[in-house]
């Protein structure tokens, strides 16, 4: 059983910074590859950011130039750092494990956060 914790989140001003962090307590099998997803009321979830043990690091073109993942595998933690903020960044972001990258870069890795939202105001 994986658990995962989200914070990190708030509310801030176009332009700003944020960093989340998804800390991930139970069998590091299954934390092998953690990533960050975001989602807003009535819109699919879309995956922002993703890292693996090895060092594989996954981003979609909407956020590629904003956003880093770096993954501590020692705490078995997931940080997100985002620059540049824009209100379209607001939504609930959720932190997912799966030992199969392909699982959760799809969306369907078998463990989940809470999630943490976050609010960028123009």
């Known amino acids: 059983q994986v658990q995962l914790v989200e914070s990190g989140g708030g509310s801030v001003q176009a332009g700003a910074s944020l960093k989340l962090s998804c800390a991930a307590s139970g069998n590091t099998y299954s934390t092998y590859c953690m990533g960050w997803f975001r989602q807003v009321p009535g819109k699919e979830r879309e995956v922002v950011a993703m890292?693996?043990?090895?060092?594989?690091?996954r981003y979609p073109d909407s956020v590629k130039d904003r956003f880093i993942a770096s993954k501590d595998n020692a705490k078995n933690t997931l940080w997100l750092q985002m620059a540049s903020l824009k209100p379209e960044d607001t939504a609930m972001y959720f932190c997912?494990?799966?030992?199969?990258?392909?699982?959760?870069?799809?969306?369907?890795?078998?463990?989940w956060g809470q999630g943490t939202q976050v609010t960028v105001s123009s």
């Open positions: 890292g693996c043990s090895d060092g594989t690091k």
């Open positions: 997912a494990a799966d030992h199969n990258l392909v699982a959760l870069w799809l969306g369907q890795a078998e463990n």
